[in-house]
């Protein structure tokens, strides 16, 4: 699932509930597609507090945990999984740091300068390496090999 064929990587990416409200999911797929990457698949869907929680599971112990839960499933998501060379490091890189409010200054060519407001509201997710993006595909998609493709979750 992490590599396709001719040596691509794929990786997880994500438009969180306010990249979504605030209408960056256009821009952001443009910023996607001049970036060379492959959109294989895409899902709208409204994340339930269960599938938050399970999503972030690494996070379950953190004190923000709550707090981030309640932001995932304040609005619908899209899912994509991103095709390309390096796909995990080129899309973290294109997303820039997790304090959207940091990335401002430090990465304002960033997605998350673009779109993010602070260290919590920070519009995108991207795997943070080719074991995450493995376990994040087979989260939210199966049968991605044969392009055969269907969401393990309700879409809505
Ligand atoms: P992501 O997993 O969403 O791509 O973000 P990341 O790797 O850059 O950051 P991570 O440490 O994995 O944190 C996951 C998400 O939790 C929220 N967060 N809030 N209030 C806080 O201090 C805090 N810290 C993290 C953010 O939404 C972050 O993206
Ligand atoms: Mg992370």
């Given at each position: 699932l992490g590599n396709g064929a001719s040596g691509e990587e794929r990786t997880l990416a994500m438009v969180k509930p306010d990249g979504v409200s605030g209408n960056y999911t256009d821009e952001i797929k443009r910023i996607i597609v001049e970036a060379?990457?492959?959109?294989v698949n895409e899902m709208f869907t409204q994340l339930d507090k269960e599938t938050a929680s399970a999503f972030y599971e690494e996070h379950?112990?953190?004190?923000?945990f709550p707090h981030l839960v309640t932001y995932m499933t304040s609005g619908p998501v899209l899912v994509m999984l991103l095709e390309k060379r390096n796909a995990v490091s080129d899309w973290r890189r294109l997303i820039g740091p997790t304090d959207a409010g940091k990335a401002k200054i430090?990465?304002?060519?960033s997605i998350r300068a673009l779109c993010g407001k602070d260290s919590e509201r920070n519009c995108v997710h991207g795997s943070d390496s080719t074991s995450s993006a493995e376990r994040e595909i087979k989260f939210f998609f199966k049968n991605v090999v044969s392009g055969d493709t269907a969401s393990q979750h309700d879409e809505l």
């Open positions: 060379s990457f492959s959109i379950s112990s953190r004190s923000f430090s990465h304002p060519h």
